[in-house]
């Protein structure tokens, strides 16, 4: 079945060093749509940036991630961490034909310290 | 516009009671549905989807159900709370047929079972 991976459950940082967060899936989708998604404290998750393109780099609040088929991959980056970027960070999967399925990966917390 | 209205907000339920949270979706017609809950410090596990009024599909089991009577409504329920019920839940929407398009998450539904 499909899959998104995070192997990371804790990052702790910095403030000012670069920012990646790995993302890996497994999908039947020939298509598939790629998401990250951040969570603060006491909030709802909001979609952070997407991308169902090869090769191409997506940017968005200062975070941008690359979809590379050929290794299944959309690591998030940035390349200096906040203080604000504390949060909890999911990657997510859908087929970019629709449907109902969304699949979330297990998340990543970022914590970052002055 | 669209927009998602969860209640309560929170709610502090005895063991063994029932429990009833509720989601309305207002501005588009026929959205994907979803529940999602996270336990305290954890990570976002599906609960619930539903494509269609009266169709809900279980995700995982948790001793809960979910009903969607009218195409812009979804009802979480469960008869007997348990302790391990407690946690954050989060009613989401999605296009259907547009897998391009993000889940839009509720501001969830903050539950402590005592």
């Known amino acids: 079945g499909d899959s998104v991976t995070q192997t990371e459950g804790l990052v702790t940082l910095t403030e000012g060093l670069p920012v990646m967060l790995n993302c890996t899936y497994q999908t039947i989708y020939s298509n598939p749509f790629l998401f990250w998604y951040v969570q603060h404290l006491n909030e709802s998750p909001r979609l952070l940036l997407k991308s169902f393109t090869d090769n191409k780099r997506t940017e968005h609040q200062g975070f941008h991630a690359t979809l590379h088929k050929s290794s299944s991959s959309f690591h998030l980056q940035k390349s200096s961490a906040q203080l604000s970027d504390s949060a909890l960070y999911y990657c997510?999967?859908?087929?970019?034909?629709?449907?109902?399925?969304?699949?979330f990966g297990s998340g990543t917390r970022l914590l970052v310290s002055p | 516009a669209q927009t998602i209205h969860q209640w309560p907000v929170a709610e502090i339920k005895a063991v063994g009671s029932p429990l009833s949270l509720g989601c309305t979706i207002k501005?588009?017609?026929?959205?994907?549905l979803y529940w999602y809950w996270q336990a305290t410090g954890g990570t976002l596990q599906q609960l619930f989807y539903?494509?269609?009024?009266?169709?809900v599909e279980s995700v995982v089991q948790l001793n809960l159900s979910a009903s969607r009577p009218k195409d812009d409504q979804f009802i979480l329920s469960t008869e007997k709370l348990l302790l391990s019920h407690s946690g954050f839940y989060l009613c989401?929407?999605?296009?259907?047929?547009?897998?391009?398009?993000?889940?839009?998450f509720g501001k969830g539904t903050r539950l402590t079972v005592v």
């Open positions: 501005g588009k017609s026929s959205p994907n």
């Open positions: 539903s494509i269609t009024v009266g169709q």
């Open positions: 989401a929407w999605r296009l259907p047929g547009q897998g391009n398009t993000e889940v839009f």
């Open positions: 997510a999967l859908s087929d970019r034909a629709g449907g109902y399925k969304v699949v």
